[in-house]
């Protein structure tokens, strides 16, 4: 009996090893992405696809409004979101963008989405983003992006920030202020307008939605010079934002806000399958130990 109950925990063992081996080998999700701005979207979308390896980058001009909800949620995994000067259908679009994120999509904002939103400088004529605005990770600092330059300062492990040592940006990034429920991965080495951390990089999940926000021009490339204007680990890091997107922005609970806007989203596929080989295991040694008694 003694043998068999061994028997049994040496299978259960095994099978926790191949489990915690195959969970800490799980890839990134392929996701397919959606790329919205009221310019530069063909050039930004062409640029990641051909420099961003595993995922699909398809471009939207969201100029005169948002693609109809159904097709993005039946098209794509995540969405890219920007703009290159405040457009008077961002409420609109902001609306669409914030109700696929509620269906469990995760959004990803970069420069300039900052000067459309309701608290951004007058001189843009900012028009709100609309329900958006209830889901982002950031404000505006009252300036917006500050055209000035930006280095990379503090980050925290994460998978957002793996592999992201150096990020430089001569004037197209920053300008932000963290919600109290985001989570900061990554700060500019320079202070925001009201002297405060300006993140660089943060998210915020509220129920199901998971909104990323990557704060320097992801069209930079269509309107600045690599290693001239902008550098460091540009692509690794928009990388990582679609790789976390790809994966529904799961992680550990390391910086987890403890407030209520913060949810822990359904866990991706490859976890689920090695929970239910875990749940196996330990289902098939309890058989194993009531057959025995008997």
């Given at each position: 009996?003694q ?7 040496r299978?259960a063992g ?9 969970l800490a ?31 699909t ?15 993005l ?6 969405l ?7 457009f008077?259908?961002s ?10 994120a509620?269906?469990?999509r ?5 420069t300039?989405?900052?000067?459309d ?10 028009h709100?983003?609309g329900?958006l605005?209830?889901?982002d ?11 000035e ?16 040592s150096?990020?430089t ?16 991965v990554?700060?500019?080495?320079q202070?925001?307008a009201?002297?405060n ?6 998210y ?6 998971c ?11 269509a309107v600045?010079?690599?290693?001239t ?8 890091l928009w990388?990582?934002a ?7 922005c799961?992680t550990g609970t390391?910086?987890?806000p403890?407030?209520d ?10 976890a689920?399958?090695v ?20």
């Amino acid at each position: 009996m003694q043998t068999l109950i061994s028997r049994s925990l040496r299978a259960a063992g095994l099978l926790l090893t191949v489990a915690s081996l195959a969970l800490a080998s799980v890839p990134a999700g392929a996701a397919r992405v959606a790329v919205l701005s009221n310019k530069y979207f063909a050039e930004t979308a062409a640029d990641f696809n051909a420099k961003i390896p595993g995922h699909t980058f398809v471009p939207f001009n969201v100029a005169s409004g948002p693609p109809p909800l159904a097709a993005l949620t039946s098209q794509f995994d995540a969405l890219l979101l920007f703009e290159d000067t405040t457009f008077d259908q961002s409420p609109a679009v902001g609306a669409a963008v914030a109700a696929f994120a509620r269906s469990g999509r995760p959004v990803v904002l970069g420069t300039f989405y900052d000067q459309d939103r309701s608290d951004g400088p007058a001189e843009f004529n900012p028009h709100g983003w609309g329900d958006l605005e209830n889901l982002d990770p950031n404000t505006t600092d009252g300036v917006g992006t500050s055209y000035e330059a930006r280095s990379l300062g503090s980050t925290v492990p994460h998978p957002l920030t793996v592999g992201v040592s150096a990020l430089t940006a001569n004037k197209l990034a920053g300008g932000n202020q963290a919600k109290p429920s985001s989570i900061v991965v990554a700060t500019w080495a320079q202070k925001n307008a009201k002297g405060n951390p300006d993140p660089a990089v943060a998210y915020r999940i509220t129920g199901t939605a998971c909104v990323i926000h990557i704060a320097i021009a992801p069209d930079y490339p269509a309107v600045g010079v690599l290693n001239t204007d902008f550098g460091g680990d540009y692509y690794r890091l928009w990388r990582n934002a679609f790789d976390f997107a790809g994966n529904h922005c799961i992680t550990g609970t390391t910086n987890v806000p403890a407030n209520d806007a913060f949810a822990i989203p359904a866990a991706s596929a490859p976890a689920l399958a090695v929970a239910a080989l875990l749940l196996a295991a330990f289902g098939a040694l309890r058989l194993r130990r009531r057959t025995l008694r008997r």
